[in-house]
């Protein structure tokens, strides 16, 4: 689904002062954790749901992250392209759907809720379709340049062959 979650953002931090809930700052993509337990956002996208969940057990704080789409995303993955063996239709393709994306400079591409109960963390995170889209791309440039460089390691004895 296509989100607007800089509205939503404000939506929820007001949310959370009317529950009288102490938010936390926390920076986005950080929380990686073996007891870390997702909210499928995908099938209860509200994220009302999720906080009333954490109120019930308890809790009194709320780890809270959001991410902004910034230009050196774009412009890193374009410099990657060029850098990597690869025809020209595919590299124009890419570098096509990377300045399309250019429009959402400065937008909330990521936001996170958190809040930790009996050793777990539980998570509730949106991404808006159009950031799914260039986290797609962003993957597979990152395997093209990975097989990339295990061409590149194939060919490590430069021609040199033992004649022992």
């Given amino acids: 689904m296509d989100l607007n979650l800089d509205t939503l953002k404000r939506e929820i931090l007001d949310y959370l002062e009317s ?3 102490a938010v936390f700052r926390s920076t986005p993509g950080t929380l990686e ?3 870390m337990v997702l909210w499928d956002s995908e099938h209860h ?3 009302r749901m999720f906080l009333d969940a954490a109120i019930k057990t308890g809790v009194k704080m709320i780890l809270f992250a959001t991410r902004e789409f910034e230009a050196a995303d774009i412009d890193d993955l374009l410099e990657e392209i060029e850098d990597l063996e ?3 239709d595919r590299q124009r ?4 759907r990377l300045r399309k994306m250019r429009i959402h400079e400065g937008v909330t591409c990521s936001l996170e809720l958190a809040f930790h109960h009996d050793s777990n963390i539980y998570v509730y995170e949106l991404q808006p379709d159009w ?3 260039f986290l797609a791309a962003e993957e597979e440039i990152a395997s093209a340049m990975a097989d990339d460089s295990d061409l590149d390691e194939g ?3 430069g021609g040199y062959y033992s004649k022992n």
């Fill in 45 to 47: 996208p509200d994220y």
């Fill in 155 to 157: 060919d490590s004895l």
């Fill in 93 to 96: 393709d890419y570098q096509t």
């Fill in 86 to 88: 690869m025809d020209r």
């Fill in 33 to 35: 954790d073996p007891q």
């Fill in 131 to 133: 950031y799914e889209e």
């Fill in 19 to 21: 529950r009288d809930l």
